[in-house]
């Protein structure tokens, strides 16, 4: 068994737009059983919503509830807000169908990170979680929850093992994980059957040759927005070091905002 790796988006999208994986992981994570009538992939809304132009990496819906599952290969401190605009849209769209402020279709969005977190900017702090759920239900002053909207956001990232996540979690961040750590010998659950559906799809052997073409090219693309956005966070580290150095601070504090070095800082002094 070799596996093609998970983080890769051609290889996301081949087995989860499958009807058996989508279903078994929806029923493991969110506890629901779906019979989805379309599949989509790189789903847009038109006329799109606001000045954002949102494309769902895979989209699915029955008569009743609506499903995106959502991949990000590399970690950047807003996805946190992109996924919660994604979730937010997915659900306030409905609006513009229906004459009634209800809005018919229940909304999950399961994000599947595939990178360690960083240190979130707004609370300086690093999570190390990995599953959190997020629902819009109100909650009353004792803190009991009021299941009105039932909607969810769940947010997965298999870098960070926990000792008590309960098996059906741990099935798909296993899977996630050993594709990308360890694709020649994975350790994963094959007795289940969305797993092993999963795995006989990104097996090495069924990729084709024009498969493996777009794979190579997603991974270029992805490469080229990490080396942008590193770029453009230098540049702006840089800008804020030039910024501290005209305000009297001293190397030690400026580096400790940058991140930059003492010899760094020297030259642009």
């Known amino acids: 068994m070799f ?14 737009t499958d009807r058996l994986v989508l279903k078994t992981f929806v029923k493991d994570i969110i506890g629901i059983e779906v019979e989805p009538e379309i599949i989509e992939t790189e789903k847009a809304f038109m006329p799109k ?6 494309k769902y990496d895979i989209f699915a819906e029955d008569s009743k509830k609506r499903v995106i599952i959502e991949i990000q290969k590399v970690e950047y401190d807003h996805n946190f807000d992109r996924f919660l605009h994604y979730h937010l849209q997915a659900i306030t769209e409905q609006q513009r169908n229906s004459e009634r402020y209800t809005v018919d279709r229940t909304v999950y969005t399961i994000v599947v990170m595939t990178a360690p977190y960083k240190i979130n900017e707004k609370t300086k702090e690093i999570y190390k979680d990995e599953v959190l ?40 961040l296993d899977l996630f994980y050993e594709s990308i750590h ?26 084709s040759p024009e498969e493996w073409e777009q794979s190579k090219i997603e991974a270029g693309k992805r490469v080229v927005i990490k080396l942008e956005r590193e770029e453009a966070i230098e540049e702006r580290n840089i800008e804020i070091a030039k910024t501290g150095i005209l ?20 030259t642009l002094r």
Do not use: C, M
């Not at 919503?49 to 949102?54: M, P, Q």
């Not at 009353?140 to 926990?162: C, D, M, Q, T, W």
């Open 3 to 16: 596996l093609a790796r998970l983080d890769n988006e051609v290889f996301f999208k081949k087995a989860f």
């Open 49 to 54: 919503l606001g000045n954002i132009n949102f």
């Open 133 to 172: 759920i997020s629902s819009l239900n109100p909650k009353n002053l004792s803190g009991a929850e009021r299941k009105i909207f039932n909607h969810e956001l769940v947010y997965l990232n298999p870098n960070y093992k926990g000792n008590d996540t309960p098996q059906n979690y741990r099935d798909w």
């Open 182 to 207: 360890s694709p020649e010998n994975p350790q994963i659950n094959i007795l289940n059957e969305g797993i092993k559906r999963a795995v006989d799809i990104i097996s090495y052997e069924n990729i």
């Open 247 to 266: 305000n009297g601070l001293n190397n030690d504090l400026i580096s400790k905002l940058t991140g930059l070095s003492d010899e760094f800082i020297e």
